[in-house]
């Protein structure tokens, strides 16, 4: 039976990494799919991972309807074996309910990955809808980790290396910036803290928090 499978994590949790795995896996094997993806760190039209490999994939807009993409593209005689959207937090909710048709009526496996929860550790909408309608669930077992060196669960926006908690939820950024808006992943002691590396770092330094010596 074909399946809708939502690949959910933290950011830096490897999805994107799996995505490319299971791409190139399947071709391989002979098999074609058609790769969505939206706002990717590569740019538009291209679905990367972290580790540097990149792969060519079709850059979903706002309105943009994937069932009949997909129908337009098998009606024109192309190939389309199995379907990979990354980056499925930014995708509307009605895509989401395109992806499941596209399961459903067309036979296809749909895997979406995603990011579960914004900066403010709220659903994104087009995750909340893969959690609503997937076959499957699965949770990235490669795990990021928090600069404490626990479970990395939360997405934390950052600038200057401080924690935000306000702004649109959405803003393309990345990772290790030093003054830009940056994201960096933490356990959720440290994100209800807002304790990020370098706010840790700078209290750590701070005279303030030296353990008293004795005399
Ligand atoms: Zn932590």
Redesign the pocket.
């Known amino acids: 039976m074909p399946e809708l499978v939502f690949f959910s994590g933290t950011m830096d949790c490897g999805k994107s990494t799996l995505a490319l795995q299971i791409e190139h896996n399947r071709s391989a094997r002979g098999l074609a799919g058609m790769i969505f993806t939206r706002d990717d760190r590569a740019g538009e039209g291209k679905l990367s991972s972290r580790l540097g490999l990149v792969t060519d994939a079709v850059e979903v807009e706002d309105g943009m309807d994937l069932y009949a993409y997909l129908v337009d593209h098998l009606s024109r005689g192309r190939r389309a074996d199995y379907v990979i959207a990354d980056e499925a937090q930014f995708l509307a909710p009605d895509q989401i309910d395109q992806l499941a048709r596209v399961v459903d009526d067309l036979g296809l496996d749909v895997y979406a990955f995603g990011i579960t929860t914004d900066f403010r550790s709220k659903l994104f909408p087009g995750s909340q809808r893969l959690v609503e309608l997937a076959d499957r669930v699965e949770v990235l077992q490669v795990e990021a980790l928090?600069?404490?060196?626990?479970r990395?669960t939360h997405n934390a926006r950052t600038i200057g290396g401080e924690m935000v908690v306000e702004g649109a939820q959405v803003v393309v950024g990345d990772v290790n910036q030093a003054d830009a808006v940056g994201y960096e992943v933490?356990?959720?002691?440290?994100?209800r803290r807002r304790?990020t590396a370098a706010s840790a770092r700078a209290a750590a330094l701070s005279p303030d928090v030296l353990p008293v010596q004795p005399a």
């Open positions: 928090c600069w404490c060196g626990a990395a933490l356990c959720r002691r440290h994100h304790m």
